[in-house]
């Protein structure tokens, strides 16, 4: 996709024109030689920039790898075939050409989806579910219809990779409404886990979207997910059921386990800490004869250390 030498940046070996006026920087600062009047025609946000008289012809970073970069530029280019080597590729194209504002090149990435649903249908379902697009969403199902109706296709299982509860439990999740409730923490893993094996943001969603209801049972797991999302409201809640779990709620910065400080975030664990260590106001428990943590308390006054 690039070359260089010892003493040269990596440079494009598609576009690589020295008579070319822009140079565009990939993320990892291989260098694209492009002709402005191609980035003007295409780019609504790239044309009053280039036209600017004082625009300097500096180089101009992408946020994209070399090979989704090329890509982008294939699609302005319409340099055929066009194609796309995956799905995260795709995503990464279809972000560059809303960025930029690039009527065109979107017309024709949709094309090479449209044609890439024939084979692939499902994937390009989800795909058309995450940018709202109703019509290539139409389409896939059409294929998916296509497809299945095929006398030339062979019924054969598909391994999931799933006990049979987690499958039902997950196929309850794409399919039963209103969504199932999950009565054990592992399940929530294993469910986030087949989300993403299969590409099924609406299971993901539904999953993330129960797990409020879930913190009066499994506060802690759910505060060290909730790290791992950056998810501060989530957090909060969870530490404010602490105090029903027996396990968790008499916590202080001595007895903390090495197995509880590898779970969360370290922003996260930190944020805790500095709450043990600095805000443990609480209250006497008469049955234990102990001083229990304000759990409330400490939940409102949280936040991550960074």
Not at 151 to 174: T, V
Not at 202 to 207: N, Q, T
């Amino acid at each position: 996709m690039s070359n260089a030498t010892k003493d040269s940046p990596l440079r494009s070996m598609t576009y690589n024109s020295d008579e070319a006026d822009v140079t565009l920087l990939s993320s990892d600062g291989t260098e694209f030689k492009v002709h402005s009047y191609m980035l003007k025609a295409h780019s609504l946000v790239l044309r009053p920039i280039l036209c600017d008289p004082a625009f300097k012809p500096s180089p101009m970073t992408i946020d994209a790898s070399p090979e989704d970069l090329t890509c982008f530029l294939d699609l302005m280019h319409n340099k055929p075939p066009h194609t796309i080597s995956d799905w995260p590729q795709a995503e990464k194209v279809l972000d560059l050409i809303d960025q930029y504002e690039c009527d065109v090149a979107s017309e024709r990435i949709w094309v090479v989806l449209n044609e890439k649903a024939k084979s692939e249908p499902w994937r390009v379902f989800c795909l058309a579910s995450k940018r709202n697009s109703l019509a290539l969403a139409k389409h896939a199902l059409s294929c998916m219809a296509d497809m299945l109706g095929d006398p030339k296709l062979e019924s054969s299982p598909i391994p999931m990779d799933a006990n049979f509860s987690y499958l039902e439990l997950f196929l309850d999740f794409m399919l039963k409404y209103p969504a199932p409730t999950i009565s054990d923490w592992p399940a929530v893993p294993a469910m986030l886990a087949l989300a993403d094996k299969w590409d099924t943001p609406v299971v993901s969603e539904r999953v993330r979207n129960g797990l409020n209801h879930m913190t009066k049972r499994y506060p802690w797991e759910i505060f060290c997910f909730a790290s791992h999302e950056n998810n501060l409201e989530l957090a909060r809640k969870a530490l404010e059921n602490m105090g029903q779990d027996f396990k968790h709620n008499t916590m202080t910065l001595l007895d903390i386990s090495a197995k509880d400080v590898l779970e969360p975030t370290v922003p996260y664990l930190v944020g805790l800490l500095c709450q043990l260590g600095t805000n443990r106001e609480g209250y006497w428990n008469k049955k234990d004869h102990r001083m229990d943590v304000n759990w409330e308390k400490m939940a409102k006054e949280f936040s991550p250390r960074r």
